[in-house]
T-cell receptor, first 117, second 111 residues
Framework: KAGVTQTPRYLIKTRGQQVTLSCSPI?????VSWYQQTPGQGLQFLFE???????NKGNFPGRFSGRQFSNSRSEMNVSTLELGDSALYLC????????????????FGDGTRLSIL | SQKIEQNSEALNIQEGKTATLTCNYT??????LQWYRQDPGRGPVFLLL?????KEKRKERLKVTFDTTLKQSLFHITASQPADSATYLC??????????FGPGTRLSVLP
């Protein structure tokens, strides 16, 4: 079974630009979560999608948005990029259930390394 | 305020010894706690999950304990090997809303 695939692996942008990152979950997984990882803040939750609906959102500004398609693939978008947005962005998928549950392992991709110049 | 702490940023142990990593939390009441391994440049990999009503869980050389009174989880790797060198992250469910990750402990197993 193929794992979680994130594209692109590396991205360089300049301040003020916008970026779209893509995530293909494991086949059959309906929940997709996005995280930002930086050396100073660690792994921080951005948002979670289930059946094309955003179910939960972390404490990030509105410049960070996402969506999920009917095939469970997900994209996240960051607009008006700032230097502080440089990070590793990780996507994780899980089977997902109608009610949010913490008892399911999350399967992570290897991330997109975003660098802002 | 809510907080998750892992005992130390880095831990060095000798090959063959048991590594013990600690995860402490404040102002959370997780029903589940998970442990992940992360290698440089890679995403975290799920290792073990333990429920609040379980005291201990084992998988091969790995053992996790969960003490909801102490608000602490211990993660043990027995007979450690250099291949066990990685960063280990604990994660707890935040009232079923999302997962909150600890800062991680970088384990180095020296031959």
């Amino acid at each position: 079974k193929a794992g979680v695939t994130q594209t692109p692996r590396y991205l360089i942008k300049t301040r003020g630009q916008q970026v779209t990152l893509s995530c293909s979950p494991i086949s059959g997984h309906r929940s997709v979560s996005w995280y930002q990882q930086t050396p100073g803040q660690g792994l921080q939750f951005l948002f979670e999608y289930f059946s094309e609906t955003q179910r939960n959102k972390g404490n990030f500004p509105g410049r960070f948005s996402g969506r999920q398609f009917s095939n469970s693939r997900s994209e996240m978008n960051v607009s008006t990029l700032e230097l502080g947005d440089s990070a590793l962005y990780l996507c994780a998928s899980s089977l997902g259930t109608e009610s949010v549950s913490g008892n399911q392992p999350q399967h992570f991709g290897d991330g997109t390394r975003l660098s802002i110049l | 305020s809510q907080k998750i702490e892992q005992n130390s940023e880095a831990l060095n142990i000798q090959e063959g010894k048991t590594a013990t990593l600690t995860c402490n939390y404040t102002n959370y009441s997780p029903a589940y706690l998970q442990w992940y391994r992360q290698d440089p440049g890679r995403g975290p990999v799920f290792l073990l999950l333990i429920r609040e009503n379980e005291k201990e869980k084992r998988k091969e050389r790995l053992k996790v304990t969960f003490d909801t009174t102490l608000k602490q989880s211990l993660f043990h790797i027995t007979a450690s090997q250099p291949a066990d060198s990685a960063t280990y992250l604990c994660a707890l469910d935040n009232y079923g809303q999302n997962f909150v990750f600890g800062p991680g402990t970088r384990l180095s197993v020296l031959p």
